[in-house]
């Protein structure tokens, strides 16, 4: 399926390049600022609560008028998306390795008479988590504008995207509980505690609040290719014949969801995008 995406999409690009030789086309290259958002509707621990978080946008874009009305437009572009979450969360088993095996971990809870910790019965902390994902976006819209002087237009058209790059960045002190509320912390042997000797506190103590101020980086565990659609609209002022500048508000969705474990969730990336764009007719 991956495959056969990526090389409709090249098969279309190759066509409309062809066609540049025989067109009156116009060249131009945009930048803008772009606010992501993840969003899952599977109710996923690990993907509930996510808000959007800004980044960057810009690239090259290639317009082939058909007619006064309408053309076709396709783009090579570097987008950033992710989301960000604040506040009590599941801790992976993967992330909490630097305490110990899990097997161990799980050990000393049932010394406890703990439940086992996994992906599906997690920990909690309280900190900051940030998705950080980038992106090679390639779409192919539809573009249909009117006006003289003054254009305004509207876009609308799939896109395939490749993962370059993915960082979860989490910030923050806290203790580790039990539950989601907070209220049974984690707990660890007391050093100083000897048997019979009431004076030398409990056997098990509170583990104390943990750093959780790390890079991640996660891609292995994201799908690499992502499509989906972009639909917009803006406004074109025309300098001359052949130089054109526009404001443009793109809104773009990812109909493949991230994950490649269900279990950590069924993520769809998504942004709104404000640009500014120059073009040249060649």
Same mark, same amino acid.
């Given at each position: *399926?991956?495959?056969t995406?990526?090389f409709? &999409? ?14 009156q ?6 930048a ?11 109710? @996923? ?6 808000? $959007? ?6 690239? *090259? ?10 053309? !076709?437009?396709?783009? +090579?572009l ?9 506040? *009590? ?7 909490l390795? $630097?305490?110990g095996s ?18 599906? @019965? #997690? *920990? ?8 950080d994902?980038n992106?090679?976006?390639? #779409?192919i ?17 799939p ?6 790059s ?7 002190s806290?203790?580790?509980?039990l ?18 000797? #009431?004076? $030398? ?10 750093? &959780? ?15 989906? &659609?972009?639909?917009g609209?803006?406004? !074109?002022?025309? !300098?001359?014949?052949?130089?054109? +500048?526009?404001l ?8 493949k969801t ?15 995008? &404000?640009?500014?764009?120059?073009a040249?007719?060649?």
């Amino acid at each position: *399926m991956k495959s056969t995406t990526t090389f409709k &999409f090249i098969l279309l690009a190759c066509f409309l390049l062809s066609q540049a030789i025989e067109a009156q086309i116009k060249i131009g290259a945009k930048a803008g600022y772009s606010v992501g958002r993840l969003t899952d509707n599977s109710n @996923n621990i690990y993907t509930e609560d996510y808000e $959007s978080t800004s980044g960057i946008d810009f690239g *090259m874009t290639l317009e082939f008028p058909v007619s006064e009305l309408f053309s !076709i437009q396709t783009e +090579v572009l570097y987008t950033q998306r992710g989301g960000t979450r604040e506040g *009590m969360q599941p801790i992976p088993t993967k992330a909490l390795e $630097s305490f110990g095996s899990i097997e161990q971990l799980n050990f000393m809870l049932a010394l406890q008479g703990k439940d086992p910790v996994s992906d599906t @019965n #997690p *920990m909690y902390a309280d900190f900051t988590n940030e998705s950080d994902l980038n992106y090679i976006e390639i #779409p192919i819209l539809g573009k249909l504008g009117w006006g003289e002087t003054w254009r305004f237009y509207v876009e609308a058209g799939p896109y395939v995207g490749f993962l370059v790059s993915s960082t979860q960045r989490t910030s923050g002190s806290s203790l580790i509980t039990l539950d989601e509320q907070g209220t049974d912390p984690l707990r660890v042997l007391n050093p100083n505690y000897v048997p019979g000797d #009431p004076t $030398s506190g409990p056997p098990w103590v509170p583990l104390p609040p943990q750093s &959780f101020d790390a890079d991640t980086d996660t891609k292995s565990e994201l799908n690499t290719l992502n499509f989906g &659609f972009h639909a917009g609209a803006g406004l !074109i002022r025309e !300098i001359s014949d052949k130089h054109e +500048v526009y404001l443009g508000f793109r809104g773009s969705w990812g109909a493949k969801t991230i994950q490649k474990d269900k279990v950590y969730g069924e993520s769809h990336i998504g942004g709104l995008v &404000f640009s500014l764009g120059y073009a040249y007719t060649l």
